[in-house]
């Protein structure tokens, strides 16, 4: 490592006044953000835990310590369960599908395929638009009676189903509309790798006479598994981070169905100002994504090898 | 075969992606009553965006999200350039631990920590402006992560030829680091720009009022509470309020793709 201290050449023992200054200027420089970290990143995690052992304050009595009450009443809670189910089966709904098109997509348009910019825009626009805004343009088109979908199946003759109100394909619906919203980000990545694999790979293997599945399969996607991992950990925070469609499309219901981890704590936090439980329910977001961090970590670290 | 096969599935599923927005653009620019009726003569007209535009303060909103995205990024700009210079080239006490701290916030973004920084937000008495909305997101691990990578590229011999002449660190930053820097501060702007003009759960929650409310809570309070169900209206409302970004997207299609590239590739 080349550094500031190594420059001035001198090495331990006492500090020089050249160390001193690397030192000041240093945190110096690193001052405001990391005012701005500690209060808004580091700050409320712990407040986060100190708020979960307390109760809600109430107009005559200040917020008091209760202990492991709010966990307990979250473990009797049907609706956390619930809740917690629907944000299981929405990442393993959303997130291997999104890949997978998302891979698919690059494939196609890193290759020579006819109208290829064309068809690079349809799959990045969703991309730049706001999550509020095409939450929106869905709802239009999930609406029961007129909405494009129900014209749709209208035109083959199936009976008329109202997508979002019932509660066997409403989360369904919500997952469409990220997988949508997400594949043409993801995409991206992938585009940047295989566009950085070199060409000769692929000349080597036809001259071999390899199939392109089979060159897919044993040479490209082993390649790519750096930019999949990258990707998988930012579809799985994703998956408990975007909520906005709920807001627009279905506010958690019908019956919770569609209701996210976060959601929920939106709703308890800033509908229900249950803000004691909202800090218990945090936490266990919080635990989350730790635990998406941690695997992260160690997986990355393991098996593979960035350059 | 294959080959026919194949481009027929890519052209299949690129209409499928463009069909929502293609609808929602044949809803806004046409008469109501054609919303739901595909006739290639139907009239085509701007009403419904004269309509929406009058039905809620848009302008309003407009200026609150351009301040908001100007008034982030130029923060988020001075703070992370200071925070990656000092990670890249100052071996200052901590500073490992200190990197580590800053990588929390790509996993533990501001946007899961709504109930406590509204708690903050309203100690400091900043609910309801646009401060509120954009002081959790001001110091972006990202962005230090982003321009330490690409600080610490930059040639020493640059670096110590700036101190030869006598510049201190500030200008050394300055007249070395940031213009070398330059394809990445584009980058890291685009996508910030896009993330801060989408954003909406974490505005919704502190905003309360016209003089503070950006576009994507306006358009939501806009197509909740007024107006019912009409759908041309909303969907030119929505339209309206993407549209300087799709347009910029649409203009600049190649930085775009490029630099959220740049931007995932650590």
Known sequence: MSDMSSMSGIGAGSATPRQWRVHVQGWLLLLPAAVLLVVFTHFPVGATLYHSFLSNPRPNRAAGWVGLENYRAMVEDPVFWQVLGNNAWFAAGTIPLSIALALLMAVWVNGRIPGRSLLRLAFFTPTVLPMIAVANIWLFFYTPGYGLLEQLTGLVGLPSHNWLGSRGTALGCLMVVTIWKEAGFFMIFYLAALQSLSPQLGEAAALMGAGRWYFFRRVTFPLLMPTTLFVLVNAVINSFRLVDHIVVMTKGGPDNATALLLYYIYDVGFKFWDQAYAAALTLVLLVILAAVALGQFLLLDRRVHYQ | ?266
């Open chain 2, 1 to 266: 075969m294959t080959r026919a096969l194949e481009t027929l599935g890519a052209w299949l599923l690129g209409v499928g992606w463009a069909l929502p927005l293609a609808y929602a653009v044949w809803t806004a620019f046409h008469p109501a009553e054609y919303s739901t009726r595909f006739v290639l003569n139907a009239p085509l007209t701007l009403e419904n965006f004269a309509k929406a535009w009058a039905a809620a303060p848009f302008a309003r909103y407009f200026v609150n999200t351009t301040l908001l995205v100007a008034m982030i990024l130029v923060v988020q700009l001075v703070l992370c350039t200071l925070a990656a210079y000092a990670f890249a080239r100052f071996a200052f006490a901590g500073r490992a631990a200190a990197f580590l701290l800053v990588l929390v916030q790509l996993m533990i973004m501001p946007d899961v920590l709504i109930v406590e920084n509204y708690r903050t937000m309203s100690r400091l008495g900043l609910l309801d402006t646009l401060w509120a909305i954009g002081l959790p997101y001001m110091a972006s691990a990202f962005g230090i992560f982003l321009l330490r990578q690409t600080f610490k590229t930059v040639p020493r011999e640059l670096d110590e030829a700036a101190r030869v002449e006598g510049a201190g660190a500030l200008e050394t930053l300055w007249r070395v680091y940031v213009p070398l820097a330059r394809p990445v501060y584009i980058a890291y702007g685009l996508v910030s720009v896009s993330y801060h003009w989408n954003n909406f759960l974490w505005p919704l929650i502190v905003t309360n009022s016209v003089q503070s409310r950006p576009l994507t809570v306006g358009l939501q309070v806009f197509s909740s509470v007024d107006q019912g169900v009409d759908w041309s209206i909303i969907t030119a409302a929505t339209l309206m309020t993407s549209g300087p970004l799709l347009v910029a997207f649409l203009l600049f299609q190649r930085q775009f793709v490029q630099s959220f590239m740049r931007a995932g590739i650590r």
